[in-house]
C-alpha cells in the first residue's frame, strides 16, 4: 500500500440549513485519511453523515468549517478545478440506475466522457474500458435499450458510465443496497478487482457488514457527524463495546465468537471468516474446553 | 431450543384447521407485450398457509416469489388454478375486498406506499376504505401505531421519517385494517441493519399476537426465523419445511444459487469434522449452545 | 378513454401534479432560453403528459393543480389574479389530449409532439387572453409576448414531451438502433 | 455550489404555528371564506372597494397575530413588476377610455385618461390585498387541514356525483409527493453532475440544445414519477381502495357557530365591498 495520503479531510464541519429552524449540523468535525490505491469503508447508522462527508470528495458539497484536500487540490481553494475533480473522483450515488436517461447502454455510459469534450475516438475506447471493467461485453451489450436491462445489469451500467470518466478515486454509497444477493456479491467481485488490478482507490458506504469485511481494507466509524473508530475489519469486530454502542451490528461470524467468548471459551475474534469459525469450533471441541478465564472478565 | 409461541408450529394442530390461504395447483403466466414467448412465472403450486402461521417464501431472482405472493390477496389471479382465501376465491371479484382485509400487504419501497401527509392520515387511508366508524378510528389508530412502534410519530409528516420508519408506518397502515395475514413482499430489502432489527421485531411481535405473516426474502437470517421455509425456483415448490431441515440441504440450495445462514454453514463444517456436533443449526445462539452442550456433557 | 376516475388515473394526477408544483417552486421549471421573460417554463409539461397518457380528466385535473400553485406562489402581479393563473390552466391538458387522439393514428410520434406544441400554446394563449380582457396587457402587447415567449415555450414543451412520453410509451424506440459511439 | 443542496429547504404549505381566532377557525369555513374574499378582491374595480379590501386584509392579518412582515416579504420582489406592468398600464391602455372618462393627457400615440389612472391603481391594490389575504391563510392553516377542510367543503358536491373523495385524494397524493420528489431531484442532480453534467450549455439561441441540457434530470424524474405510481396503485388496491365506494372520514369538521359568523361576516363584506354603488 502505497502510503500518500489521496484524501485528507481534517476537523470538516458541514450544517444544512443554517440560520432557519430546520437547522441540522450534520458533520461535527471528521478527520480521516485514505491512501492511494486504498480501499476504505465507511459505516454508521442512519443520520451518521457518512453521505454528506463523501459528497465532500468531489465537491458536490464544499467545506463549510475544516479542510478538504483531494489528490493536491484543497477544496476551500475557490480556484479549485471543479469539472477535473469531479473526472478524477467518481461517485456512485445509492440506487444510480435511477440516474439513466439515455435509451441506449453505450450512449448512457458516453455521456460523461462527451460532457468532458473528449474526441469520439477517446471517448469509445474509454466506455468500452469502462464496459469491461464493470462486467459487461461492450459488442454485446453497447447498442442494448437500456430499458429493457436487469436490476443487475442496470447498476453495471450506472457502474461504468462513472468508471467511463477514468476516475483515480471511485466513490460508492451503499452499492449493494436493493440487489438480490447474487448480484450483489458479483458487483463486490468486480470492485475488488478494481482495487487489486487496477489500482483504483475506493471508498463506500455500507451497512452491511460481511461485505465491508469482504472488501475493506481499513474501515471508519461515523456517529453524529464524527469519527469515533477506525482500523482494519478485524480489529474493529474485536471492539464488541464499540460495536453495540453505536448500532452498528455484528456480522453473524463474529457473533458467535462473542457468544462462546461470553460462555468462557478462548477463542480468536479477529479471525471471522466462516472457515475459521468452524475450525475454532473444532479445536474446542478437540481440544477440551481450554476455558481461559483471565481472558473473560 | 427455540420455544415458538405460534399454535401452527405444533403439526397436530395444523391438521384440524382450515388454511387461511390455499392455492390449488396454482400457475400463472405474465402476459407478454406483442405476442413474446412466455416463460410460466408459477407452475402448479400447491400450498396451504394455516392461521398464526410464520412463513418465509425464498428463491432466487426470476423465481416467481414475487408473483407467488401477489396471488394471496387477489392482485394476480391464476392463469390456472385457484386461490382460496378464507374460503372465498380470489377469482370472485366482489369479494376481493373481504380478500383483502384478511391478507394485507406490504412492498418493498415504504416510500410509494404512503399515501397521505401526515402519519395518522395514512393509517387511517385504510379504515376509512372499509368503512370503520370515525369514532372507532382514533382507538385502532393508536393500537396500530403502538404495535409499530411508531406512537410518538403520529403527527409528523413521513418525509421526516426514516427508511426504516417509513416501512412500518406502512405496516402500521396495514394492520390498522386487522388482517389476519400479513404478507411482506421484500420488505426489508431497502433498510439498513439497524431498520431492518427493528422492524424484524415488529414483526415477531405481530406473530406472537396471533397473526399469520408470509415473507418474501433475500435475507436468510430473515427467513431462519420462520415456522417454515418454502424454497422456490423456476415457478415451483422445490423444497419446504422447518428452517433447519431446508438449510441443511446446502448443496441443493447452493445448486439453486440460494445462501443459508451462516451459521448453518458453520454448523455444516464442524458437523464433517466432529459428527456429535448437530448439523441442523440456524443461527449464533444455537451453534453457542450447542458447543456448550458438548462440552458440558464432556466435563461430566 | 375508458370510464371515470380509476385508482391508476386518480395516482398519476397526484404524482405529476406533485412534480408540477415541484417545477414551480424551485427553478428547475425554467429553461434558459431567449424570451423576453428570460427562460421557458415548462411547469405545464406534466399536464401536457397527464393528457396524453391518461385522458382528459388527469389532464385537467393537473391543469388545476399547476393553476392553484401558481396563483399561490406567484410573485408577479399578473398571477396573482386567480382568473389568470387557475382558469386558463384547466385547458392544457384537455388540448394535449384532444391534439394526440386526433392524430394518433396517423403517426403516435407526431401526435405526441404536436400535443406538447399545442398544449403549451394553450397556456400562452389563453393566459394572455385573460390579461387583456383582464385590463393588464393590450391586445399588441399580449400579441408579441406570445409569438416571442410562447413559440420558444411551445418548441421546448415539444422536445420535452416527446422525451419523456415516447420512450413510456414505447415508441421511437427503434428510430435508433445504435450508440453515438458505434 | 450550495445549489445543490436545496431539497430540506422546500416547503408547500408556509405554517406558521402560533395561536390566534383565524388559526383556531375551522378550515373548510376559513377556506370557503378566503376563497369568496379573494374572487371578490379580483372583481373589484372600485377605488372605495379596494380601499375596504385593503383595510380588510390588513385587519386580518393583525387577527392573525402573524407577524406583518410575512405578508410584505410577497410584495417586495414583485414591486419591479408592479412599475412595469403600471408603466405598460400607462402607455398603452388610453384606448380603453369610456364615456364617463376624463381624459389626463393626450399627447400623440400618449392618452393617459382616469380609466387608465384607475386601472393601474386598482390593478395594485388588488395585488396587494390579494398577496395579504391569500398569506393569511396559508400561514395559518396547515396543508394538511387545507386539504381536509376543502374535502369537507366539497362534500355538497357529492349529490351532483362530483367524485369528492377521489379529487381530494389527488390533491392529497400531489402534495405528500412534493418532498419526495425534490430529494429525489437534488439526488439526480447531485448523480449527474458528478458525470460531468452541466445545465444550461450551449450559446443562448439554441433552444434544442439547451432543453436537451435537461433531459438527465427530467426523463428519470418522470421514469420515476411513473413507477412510484404503479407502487401506489398497488399499495392504495391492497388496502381495500376501490374508487367512488363510500368511506368513512377520520377528519371530521368541528365548526361551530363561531365559524359560521365568520363565514358570513366575510361573505357579507366581499359582497357590500364588491356591489354597493361607491361614488367615484
Redesign the interface.
Known amino acids: 500500500m502505497a502510503a500518500e495520503p489521496i484524501i485528507d479531510v481534517q476537523h470538516l464541519e458541514h450544517t444544512y440549513m443554517k440560520g432557519t429552524p430546520f437547522v441540522h449540523q450534520a458533520l461535527t468535525g471528521v478527520s480521516i485519511t485514505v491512501y492511494s490505491g486504498e480501499c476504505v469503508a465507511i459505516i454508521g447508522h442512519t443520520g451518521s453523515g457518512k453521505s454528506t462527508l463523501v459528497q465532500h470528495f468531489n465537491g458536490l458539497i464544499l467545506p463549510q468549517k475544516g479542510k478538504v484536500i483531494v489528490d493536491g487540490a484543497d477544496l476551500s481553494d475557490k480556484k479549485t478545478d471543479m469539472k477535473g475533480l469531479r473526472q478524477k473522483v467518481g461517485l456512485v450515488f445509492q440506487d444510480p440506475e435511477s440516474q439513466i436517461f439515455e435509451s441506449l447502454v453505450g450512449d448512457e455510459i458516453a455521456y460523461g466522457p462527451f460532457k468532458m469534450g473528449w474526441p469520439i475516438k477517446d471517448v469509445r475506447d474509454a466506455v468500452k474500458g469502462a464496459m469491461e471493467m464493470a462486467g459487461l461485453p461492450f459488442d454485446a451489450m453497447k447498442d442494448r435499450p437500456t430499458a429493457a436491462l436487469s436490476g443487475g445489469q442496470k447498476r453495471k451500467v450506472a457502474l461504468a458510465g462513472v468508471l467511463a470518466l477514468k476516475p483515480k478515486i471511485l466513490v460508492l454509497d451503499e452499492p449493494t443496497a436493493g440487489l438480490d444477493p447474487r448480484s450483489g456479491m458479483e458487483l463486490l467481485g468486480r470492485l475488488k478487482t478494481l482495487n487489486e488490478q487496477e489500482h483504483l482507490t475506493i471508498v463506500f458506504i455500507s451497512h452491511h457488514l460481511e461485505e465491508v469485511a469482504y472488501l475493506a481494507d481499513r474501515i471508519y466509524v461515523l456517529d453524529h457527524g464524527k469519527n469515533i473508530g477506525e482500523g482494519s475489519p478485524a480489529t474493529l469486530f474485536s471492539n464488541k463495546k464499540m460495536l453495540e454502542k453505536y448500532r452498528i451490528g455484528t456480522p453473524e461470524t463474529v457473533d458467535i465468537l462473542y457468544r462462546l467468548q461470553d460462555a468462557g471459551f478462548s477463542v480468536n475474534v479477529a479471525h471471522y471468516g466462516i472457515a475459521e469459525v468452524a475450525s475454532q469450533i473444532c479445536s474446542i471441541l478437540e481440544h477440551g474446553p481450554r476455558r481461559d478465564r483471565y481472558d473473560t472478565v | 431450543m427455540r420455544a415458538k409461541s405460534s399454535l401452527a408450529s405444533m403439526g397436530v394442530d395444523r391438521m384440524e384447521r382450515q388454511p387461511l390461504i390455499r392455492a390449488e395447483d396454482v400457475s400463472f403466466q405474465y402476459k407478454g407485450d406483442l405476442g413474446e414467448k412466455v416463460i410460466p412465472a408459477l407452475n402448479q403450486i400447491r400450498l396451504d398457509i394455516y392461521p398464526g402461521e410464520y412463513v418465509a417464501i425464498i428463491g432466487r431472482n426470476g423465481s416467481g416469489k414475487s408473483t407467488l405472493s401477489k396471488h394471496f390477496n387477489g392482485i394476480l389471479q391464476p392463469s390456472r388454478g385457484d386461490v382460496w382465501v378464507d374460503g372465498w376465491n380470489t377469482k370472485e371479484k366482489s369479494r376481493l375486498q373481504e380478500i383483502r382485509k384478511k391478507v394485507g400487504m406490504v412492498f418493498q419501497n415504504p416510500d410509494n406506499q404512503i399515501i397521505a401527509t401526515t402519519v395518522e392520515d395514512d393509517v387511517a387511508f385504510g379504515l376509512e376504505n372499509i368503512q370503520v366508524p370515525p369514532e372507532e378510528m382514533d382507538e385502532r389508530i393508536d393500537a396500530a401505531l403502538r404495535l409499530a412502534g411508531l406512537s410518538s410519530m403520529r403527527r409528523r409528516a413521513p418525509y421526516h421519517l426514516s427508511e426504516g420508519q417509513k416501512q412500518r408506518l406502512a405496516i402500521a397502515g396495514v394492520i390498522a385494517m386487522r388482517p389476519a395475514c400479513l404478507v411482506l413482499d421484500e420488505a426489508t430489502s431497502r433498510l439498513d441493519t439497524y431498520g431492518r432489527r427493528e422492524l424484524l421485531r415488529v414483526i415477531r411481535r405481530l406473530n406472537e399476537g396471533g397473526m399469520a405473516i408470509v415473507t418474501v426474502t433475500h435475507h436468510m437470517s430473515e427467513a431462519a426465523e420462520a415456522d417454515r421455509v418454502i424454497v422456490l425456483d423456476e415457478g415451483s415448490i422445490v423444497l419446504q419445511g422447518p428452517p433447519r431441515e431446508v438449510f441443511q440441504k446446502q448443496a441443493f440450495l447452493q445448486e439453486r444459487q440460494l445462501d443459508v445462514p451462516a451459521a448453518s454453514r458453520i454448523a455444516g463444517m464442524v458437523h464433517e469434522r466432529c459428527p456429535s456436533f448437530r448439523p441442523d443449526l440456524i443461527d449464533s445462539d444455537e451453534v453457542a449452545g450447542e458447543v456448550r452442550r458438548l462440552i458440558g456433557e464432556g466435563e461430566k | 378513454m375508458g370510464k371515470?376516475?380509476?385508482?391508476?388515473r386518480?395516482?398519476?394526477?397526484?404524482?405529476?401534479?406533485?412534480?408540477?408544483?415541484?417545477l414551480g417552486?424551485?427553478r428547475?421549471g425554467y429553461?434558459?432560453?431567449?424570451t423576453p421573460a428570460g427562460n421557458?417554463t415548462?411547469m405545464h409539461v406534466p399536464a401536457v403528459?397527464g393528457g396524453i397518457i391518461e385522458g382528459p380528466v388527469v389532464g385537467l385535473?393537473i391543469g388545476l393543480?399547476f393553476g392553484v400553485s401558481s396563483?399561490?406562489n406567484a410573485?408577479?402581479?399578473?398571477f396573482?389574479?386567480?382568473?389568470v393563473s387557475i382558469v386558463p390552466r384547466l385547458f392544457i391538458g384537455v388540448v394535449a389530449f384532444l391534439v394526440y387522439i386526433g392524430l394518433k393514428r396517423f403517426n403516435k410520434y407526431v401526435a405526441i409532439g404536436a400535443a406538447g406544441f399545442f398544449g403549451s400554446l394553450t397556456n400562452t394563449v389563453f393566459v394572455l387572453a385573460v390579461a387583456v380582457a383582464r385590463?393588464?396587457?393590450?391586445l399588441?402587447?399580449a400579441l408579441g409576448v406570445a409569438i416571442a415567449n410562447g413559440l420558444?415555450e411551445a418548441?421546448?414543451s415539444v422536445?420535452?414531451t416527446l422525451?419523456?412520453v415516447a420512450?413510456?410509451k414505447?415508441i421511437?424506440?427503434s428510430r435508433?438502433?445504435?450508440?453515438?459511439?458505434? | 455550489m450550495t445549489r445543490f443542496e436545496w431539497s430540506r429547504k422546500i416547503t408547500i404549505g408556509h405554517y406558521i404555528p402560533i395561536d390566534s381566532i383565524i388559526h383556531r377557525l375551522d378550515s373548510s369555513c376559513k377556506l370557503l371564506g378566503f376563497t369568496v374574499l379573494i374572487v371578490a378582491i379580483a372583481f373589484c374595480n372600485s377605488y372605495f372597494g379596494n380601499v375596504l379590501f385593503f383595510t380588510f386584509a390588513l385587519f386580518l392579518f393583525v387577527l392573525s397575530r402573524l407577524p406583518i412582515r410575512y405578508g410584505l416579504s410577497g410584495i417586495k420582489p414583485a414591486i419591479p413588476f408592479m412599475v412595469i406592468l403600471a408603466v405598460l398600464q400607462l402607455l398603452f391602455y388610453g384606448g380603453g377610455v369610456t364615456a364617463s372618462g376624463t381624459v389626463y393627457i393626450h399627447y400623440s400615440f400618449l392618452l393617459i385618461t382616469s380609466d387608465s389612472v384607475r386601472l393601474v391603481v386598482v390593478s395594485a391594490m388588488r395585488f396587494v390585498e390579494i398577496i395579504l389575504v391569500s398569506s393569511v391563510l396559508t400561514l395559518s392553516t396547515p396543508e394538511t387541514e387545507l386539504m381536509h377542510g376543502m374535502e369537507r367543503l366539497l362534500k355538497p358536491l357529492k349529490y351532483i356525483r362530483f367524485p369528492v373523495h377521489q379529487f381530494s385524494l389527488i390533491i392529497m397524493i400531489a402534495v405528500r409527493f412534493v418532498p419526495t420528489f425534490a430529494m429525489e431531484m437534488e439526488k439526480l442532480m447531485k448523480a449527474q453532475a458528478s458525470r460531468g453534467a452541466a445545465f444550461g450549455t450551449g450559446r443562448w439561441w439554441q433552444i434544442i440544445r439547451r432543453t436537451k441540457d435537461m433531459f438527465p434530470l427530467m426523463i428519470p424524474l418522470f421514469r420515476s414519477a411513473m413507477a412510484r405510481a404503479d407502487d401506489l396503485v398497488l399499495a392504495m388496491e391492497c388496502r381495500c381502495f376501490v374508487p367512488g365506494q363510500s368511506r368513512t372520514t377520520y377528519r371530521r369538521g368541528k365548526a361551530r357557530s363561531r365559524d359560521f359568523s365568520f363565514l358570513l361576516i366575510i361573505i357579507g363584506f366581499s359582497l357590500f365591498a364588491l356591489f354597493y354603488p361607491f361614488p367615484g
Request: glycine share 8%; proline share 11%.
Open positions: 371515470g376516475l380509476t385508482t391508476r386518480m395516482v398519476v394526477a397526484g404524482v405529476l401534479g406533485a412534480i408540477s408544483i415541484l417552486i424551485t428547475l429553461i434558459p432560453v431567449p421557458a415548462i403528459i385535473i393543480i396563483f399561490l410573485s408577479i402581479p399578473l396573482k389574479d386567480p382568473l385590463g393588464y396587457f393590450t399588441p402587447v420558444p418548441i421546448v422536445i420535452v422525451a419523456v420512450p413510456w414505447k421511437g424506440a435508433k438502433k445504435k450508440s453515438k459511439i458505434s
